[in-house]
Each structure stands twice: as structure tokens, then as C-alpha cells.
């Protein structure tokens, strides 16, 4: 994931995302694969049976 969108997401006021630097942080840590994998229960109970 690239800084730039993080930091305009973290600088925007209207709306006010809530992006805190120890946030900023963990953004710019997880991996894509991680990122990808965490949803992975809700798009689960989400999915359309029958």
C-alpha cells in the first residue's frame, strides 16, 4: 500500500477519517496478502446460500 493515499486520507478534515499516526502506522505495515486475508470472515457469513 502506497504512503500517498494513506496520508490523504490522514490529512483530510471533511470528512475526518480518524486516521491517527499509530493507525498511519499499521496501514503501511500490513501486507497486501494479510489485508486481503482479514475480511475474510464477514465476506463469508456475507455470501449468498442457495
Not at 501486507?31 to 470472515?41: H, I, M, N, Q, Y
Request: hydrophobic letters at 40%; charged letters at 30%; zero cysteines.
Amino acid at each position: 500500500m502506497t504512503g500517498g493515499m494513506i496520508d490523504f486520507l490522514a490529512e483530510s478534515e471533511d470528512p475526518d477519517y480518524g486516521i491517527t499516526e499509530e493507525i498511519r502506522g499499521l496501514f503501511l505495515e500490513v501486507s497486501a496478502a494479510e489485508a486481503d486475508r482479514l475480511p475474510a470472515p464477514v465476506r463469508k457469513a456475507l455470501k449468498i446460500r442457495g
